[in-house]
Nanobody
């Protein structure tokens, strides 16, 4: 069992930056690919970014490419999402998720463990 806890969300003006963290307990994250997803009110959960268990492979949604960066520190059992040039349309609850194995995935149903989410609000 893996427990995930996100932090770092908040209110920021458009153009600003935030860094989300996802801390894991229960199991070492080095055996898991990790993903970030988000869900805005009235919308479906959508893929944001993912990283392989070694950190050697990353994947991003087109909407965040060039603005967001996913990274991980397996020694700290933590995954990060650096978000720059934030836009009002980035407003959502952000969730981190873990799936056993090396490969990333942009499909939420391929992830076994989820955090409780952290709110990101971008004002215009």
């Amino acid at each position: 069992q893996v427990q995930l806890v996100e932090s770092g969300g908040g209110l920021v003006q458009a153009g600003g930056s935030l860094r989300l963290s996802c801390a894991a307990s229960g199991r070492t994250l080095s055996n898991y690919a990790m993903g970030w997803f988000r869900q805005a009110p009235g919308k479906e959960r959508e893929f944001v970014a993912a990283i392989s268990w070694s950190g050697g492979s990353t994947d991003y949604a087109d909407s965040v490419k060039g603005r967001f960066a996913i990274s991980r520190e397996n020694a700290k059992n933590t995954v990060y999402l650096q978000m720059n040039s934030l836009r009002p349309e980035d407003t959502a609850v952000y969730y981190c998720a873990a799936r056993p194995g090396y490969h990333t995935s942009s499909y939420y149903y391929r992830y076994d463990y989820w955090g409780q989410g952290t709110q990101v609000t971008v004002s215009s």
